[in-house]
């Protein structure tokens, strides 16, 4: 069981995995960057496909987890049955998150004030570890601290980063693993991944 974390966790940081959708094709992964660490392209591939198959078996089913998120992020069940939500997992110390910052800042920005989005930041950094980085980063939106098994439940075991997109608690997106650099995050968040959520909003 350690020797398969360590894989995945080598997986997470070197490439984007999973990105699946009901409305846009799979987002294609992005290649390999070098790793120090001694395994095989074999394994990672293996590890890849693993996690393309489950993300895509998520997609259309409902999410399990509402009662436990609606419980950790003080807001009523009702809430997250009406609004198109998106489920950030990050935490500060996680490269591949802070990659991601500009692009979930941009997207957070352009969708704060439609009543039909819900944005939630989950993290397992304790309260002060929480308020040092939203104040270094300069965020828009303040990250819910959970602890940590809770917060790998709540996305699947996926890692971090994992992003989800919830239509009346049901699935619809499943994105997990970050992308090499600031700038291809960036023009996925404010592409595909809004292009997914626009869709979702104009059939609300």
Sequence with gaps: ?????KYRLIVFSILV?????????????????????NVSEDVIQSEIKKFQTRSKSLVGTSY???????KEAGIPGSVFEQRVVILNFS????????????G???LYNKLKDNKNVLFLSITPDDDSTVNAFVKQHDL????????????NKLNF????????????????????????????????????????????????
């Design 104 to 106: 979930i800042s941009l």
């Design 157 to 204: 075991e996926s890692g971090y980063p994992t992003n989800l997109i919830l239509k009346r608690g049901t699935i619809k997106r499943v994105c997990s693993g970050g992308f090499p650099t600031k700038q291809q995050s960036t023009n996925f968040f404010m592409g595909s991944f809004l292009a997914t959520i626009e869709d979702l909003l104009d059939s609300m």
């Design 64 to 70: 399990p987890f509402l009662k436990l998120l609606s």
């Design 140 to 151: 828009p939106y303040m990250p819910v601290s959970v602890e940590r098994d809770i917060g």
């Design 17 to 37: 995995i999973g990105c699946n959708s009901s409305t846009t094709p799979a987002d294609k992964p992005a290649p390999p960057l070098k790793t120090q660490h």
């Design 1 to 5: 069981m350690a020797v398969i974390l």
């Design 91 to 102: 935490f500060a110390n996680c490269k591949p998150c802070i990659l991601e910052l500009e």
